[in-house]
């Protein structure tokens, strides 16, 4: 019990660690770009989230890629359009960029700590079962998340009995977080 606590205890430094990493990442967009990812409708982008997770199956097939970026480059950026994508559901997209770099990070640090403690609760049930996965692995259930989530948006929003979209972007970012987890310590 005592090496479950422990491991438990890396899990949640390792996360925040990543979720750290990815945020550092946003806020230097945010200083040079502004929150033009305001105007970005939410299929634009699912379709930028699939276009990231493609690359990752991609480079996890061929290991061939033009742009030297690899693989946890894009786990990272899975992490912050699935944030993006969070905050476009409750706050519609616009014409012109309306928020600014704090109020973007506000939201930013809310939803990461919405999805630190989903972790918390899955890994809980499911026993750190994350860590015997291999990383391509997480590749195909962030892709499958993402077929989901265009479903649902061509359903607009009216699922019967399904996870709403909010989740599915929750459960992308943090499988997200555990492939850079996993990549970072080296491991696949």
């Not at 690359?55 to 992490?79: C, H, N, Q, S, Y």
């Not at 699922?159 to 499988?175: F, M, P, Q, V, W």
Request: proline content about 3%; overall charge negative; charged content about 30%.
């Amino acid at each position: 019990m005592a090496e479950q606590n422990k491991q438990t205890e890396n899990t949640d430094q390792e996360f925040k660690d990543i979720m750290a990493e990815c945020r550092d990442i946003f806020a230097k967009k945010l200083h040079d770009y502004g929150a033009s990812w305001r105007i970005l409708r939410p299929t634009s982008l699912t379709d930028q989230l699939f276009i990231k997770a493609k690359r990752i199956r991609d480079l996890e097939t061929t290991g061939k890629a033009m742009v030297d970026e690899g693989i946890r480059p894009e786990f990272l950026a899975l992490v912050n359009y699935g944030i993006i994508g969070l905050i476009q559901l409750s706050h519609p997209a616009v014409i012109k960029p309306d928020m600014t770099p704090d109020e973007a990070l506000a939201l930013y640090d809310g939803l990461a700590k919405e999805a630190f403690e989903l972790m918390q609760k899955k890994n809980h049930d499911y026993g750190e079962a994350w860590r015997d996965m291999r990383v391509s692995s997480y590749t195909d259930f962030i892709l499958t998340k993402i077929a989901r989530i265009k479903e649902l948006e061509d359903l607009h929003g009216k699922a019967i009995i399904s996870e709403g979209i909010d989740a599915n972007l929750l459960d992308i970012i943090n499988y997200s977080v555990f492939g850079a987890i996993r990549l970072k310590e080296g491991q696949e």
